[in-house]
């Protein structure tokens, strides 16, 4: 592949679900096609500066509008356990203060298996929609899609901070993956609001570093925010200076919802993005560029009302050049799409021919990855988060607990190493990846996943031990090679998808088929991840879905690259 495909697709290593649409960077260097003498004479994307993009505005306000997955998706995970277990109905039994180990270890499973389901129903509701909000966007334009899914995604995290049972949290999660549907629509947005080809590369960079930012940042706060009387007692206390009321116990509505200050703040900030999307989300679908509404109306009033705020300054005569002004000028005519020239380029292969041995390979690959990573990003805060046991009569595979460790010190320590994996991917990943090419990073990445698999529920022999250096070191190991097995895992399966096209007319189709298969996976994964983890913990056994689960789908994989290789995949 080119040079462009490979620094688009390392672009992607937070989740898997920012999976980078490559078929507009592919067309320019896809295997065995010639180069148009445009894309020859044109500059490469490594000596584009941000500051030299077109449309900066328009790139701005579409960067935070991608925060909305990442918001809404991974902020309860450092406190996840805690929410499941706030919700659930107690289960019945002979004592109502059964403290037993016996008790203790049920209710931990049960609150793993629906942590599972609250998990799942994010990405399967993205699942279902994401073809239909295409379509939308296709016969009604791009920015009722992404303005409508920003509401309701403010709609869905304010309801979701107030619900006190699970069937309700199960609702609100459910509509919030059904409003990020449309993700696709904004990688789409991106190719059409930069057009020259010199410029996409750096453009197509900005959605995944956002989205990975913004997961750090989620899990950071939401570990922080939940339960806020205990991790913020100076604002929420019972003398904190919110607590105007001099209730005893704290602030009164952070006593009945502890869970809904996360979700507060989510909407809050995807509240921002809705503004300056209603106000300057420009439309870009084709025939529809100079379609305005209300928004827009109001969103260049300000502008013009601010504009002549603003001191007046020497006069200046505008020279052309190759790049758009800021806050909507003109767009100059280097900004049109230059046509591509290469022989054949209007044909498409029929739908049945894409499907090739070389592309299934890819795909079955594609999928595996998140079909344990996502089952990871679940079971790993609820196995942080559950109660140790005593582990005095334990032998190598039966041992019980998890570590017991706080929302706040959770979200830290996930935030904290994710911050690692993004200067992993823009400084490590691409000189791996010169070095010893895709599929050698690839490989890497499948041997790191397993062995780092088998060794984590050993953190639980650590867990009320005394050795409290060595369960700190062992855990930072363990965060540390997972990330940096994804980080190179991700991009690595993108670009490997992206050869396997037999064709670049049916780039988007394949990879299409990619981002829905990643999807229905990181919908399974946590759930029947969620089921093996609560069998484990009945059972005694805190590996079991380690073990019997994460191992094995990784071995899959790893098996599975031998086998594409094999084939000259």
């Known amino acids: 592949m080119g040079r462009e495909v490979n620094d688009e697709a390392r672009t992607s290593v937070g989740s898997e679900s920012e999976l980078p649409?490559?078929?507009?960077?592919?067309?320019?260097?896809?295997?065995?096609?010639?180069?148009?003498?445009?894309?020859?004479?044109?500059?490469?994307?490594?000596?584009?500066?941000?500051r030299d993009l077109?449309?900066?505005?328009?790139?701005?306000?579409?960067?935070?509008?991608?925060?909305?997955?990442?918001?809404?998706?991974?902020?309860?995970?450092?406190?996840?356990?805690?929410?499941?277990r706030s919700v659930l109905p107690p289960p019945p039994s002979p004592s109502d203060n059964d403290q037993s180990p016996e008790a203790t270890d049920a209710a931990a499973a049960r609150i793993s298996e629906f942590s599972g389901l609250l998990v799942a129903a994010f990405p399967l509701a993205q699942f279902v929609v994401s073809l239909p909000w295409g379509h939308l966007s296709d016969r009604h334009g791009r920015r009722l899609s992404i303005v409508g899914g920003l509401a309701i995604s403010v709609l869905a995290n304010v309801g979701f901070g107030f619900s006190r049972s699970f069937g309700a949290l199960l609702f609100w999660r459910i509509l919030a993956g059904l409003a990020n549907g449309?993700?696709?629509?904004?990688?789409?947005?991106?190719?059409?609001?930069?057009?020259?080809?010199?410029?996409?590369?750096?453009?197509?960079?900005?959605?995944?570093?956002v989205f990975n930012a913004g997961m750090v940042a989620s899990l950071a706060l939401g570990g922080c925010l939940a339960e806020p009387v205990v991790n913020l007692a100076w604002l929420f206390g019972p003398q904190g200076i919110l607590n105007t009321n001099g209730n005893p116990d704290g602030v009164s509505w952070a006593l009945e919802?502890?869970?809904?200050?996360?979700?507060?703040?989510?909407?809050?900030?995807?509240?921002?993005?809705?503004?300056?999307?209603?106000a300057g989300l420009r439309e870009t679908l084709p025939g529809k560029e100079d379609?305005?509404?209300?928004?827009?109306?109001?969103?260049?009033?300000?502008?013009?009302?601010?504009?002549?705020?603003?001191?007046?300054?020497?006069?200046?005569?505008?020279?052309?050049?190759?790049?758009?002004?800021?806050?909507?000028?003109?767009?100059?005519?280097?900004?049109?799409?230059?046509?591509?020239?290469?022989?054949?380029?209007?044909?498409?292969?029929?739908?049945?021919?894409?499907?090739?041995?070389?592309?299934?390979c890819a795909l079955v690959s594609f999928g595996l990855l998140p079909l344990h990573n996502s089952a990871f990003m679940h079971i790993f805060p609820v196995y942080l988060s559950s109660p140790p046991a005593d582990n005095s009569e334990a032998t190598f595979f039966a041992f019980a607990g998890g570590l017991g460790l706080r929302s706040s010190t959770i979200g830290v320590w996930l935030s904290t190493f994710g911050v690692c994996g993004i200067l992993l991917q823009l400084f490590?990943?691409?000189?791996?990846q010169a070095r010893i090419g895709t599929r050698g990073v690839f490989r890497i990445a499948l041997f790191l996943f397993p062995i780092t698999y088998a060794a984590a529920p050993y953190l639980s022999l650590l867990a009320g031990s005394g050795?409290?250096?060595?369960?700190?070191?062992?855990?930072?190991?363990?965060?540390?090679?997972?990330?940096?097995?994804?980080?190179?895992?991700?991009?690595?399966?993108?670009?490997?998808?992206?050869?396997?096209?037999?064709?670049?007319?049916?780039?988007?189709?394949?990879?299409?088929?990619?981002?829905?298969?990643?999807?229905?996976?990181?919908?399974?994964?946590?759930?029947?991840?969620?089921?093996?983890?609560?069998?484990?913990?009945?059972e005694g056994a805190i590996g079991l879905v380690w073990w019997l689960y994460l191992v094995a789908i990784a071995l899959c994989a790893l098996a599975w690259s031998y086998l594409m290789e094999r084939d000259g995949t």
Request: positive net charge.
């Open 182 to 209: 449309n993700v696709g629509i904004m990688r789409t947005v991106t190719a059409e609001v930069v057009r020259e080809r010199r410029y996409q590369t750096k453009a197509f960079l900005l959605l995944p570093l």
């Open 21 to 50: 649409d490559l078929a507009p960077i592919a067309r320019e260097s896809f295997r065995g096609d010639r180069t148009s003498p445009a894309t020859a004479t044109a500059p490469i994307a490594t000596d584009v500066r941000w």
């Open 291 to 360: 379609q305005s509404d209300i928004g827009l109306r109001m969103g260049a009033a300000i502008v013009r009302w601010v504009r002549r705020l603003r001191p007046r300054q020497q006069e200046y005569v505008r020279i052309e050049s190759s790049e758009d002004t800021f806050l909507g000028q003109a767009q100059p005519e280097l900004e049109k799409p230059v046509p591509d020239i290469t022989p054949n380029a209007g044909k498409s292969l029929p739908f049945r021919s894409i499907w090739t041995r070389r592309v299934l």
């Open 467 to 538: 050795e409290d250096g060595a369960r700190w070191v062992f855990l930072g190991l363990v965060i540390c090679a997972q990330i940096m097995a994804r980080t190179m895992a991700i991009p690595s399966t993108v670009i490997l998808l992206t050869e396997a096209a037999p064709s670049k007319t049916v780039l988007g189709t394949i990879h299409g088929a990619g981002n829905m298969l990643a999807s229905l996976a990181r919908a399974v994964g946590p759930a029947i991840g969620g089921y093996v983890f609560a069998l484990g913990v009945e």
């Open 257 to 278: 919802y502890p869970y809904a200050l996360p979700a507060l703040l989510n909407a809050a900030l995807l509240g921002v993005s809705l503004l300056l999307a209603m």
């Open 428 to 432: 490590i990943y691409p000189r791996l």
């Open 54 to 84: 077109p449309n900066k505005d328009q790139l701005f306000i579409l960067s935070l509008c991608r925060l909305s997955e990442p918001l809404s998706n991974v902020c309860l995970l450092p406190y996840i356990f805690y929410l499941v």
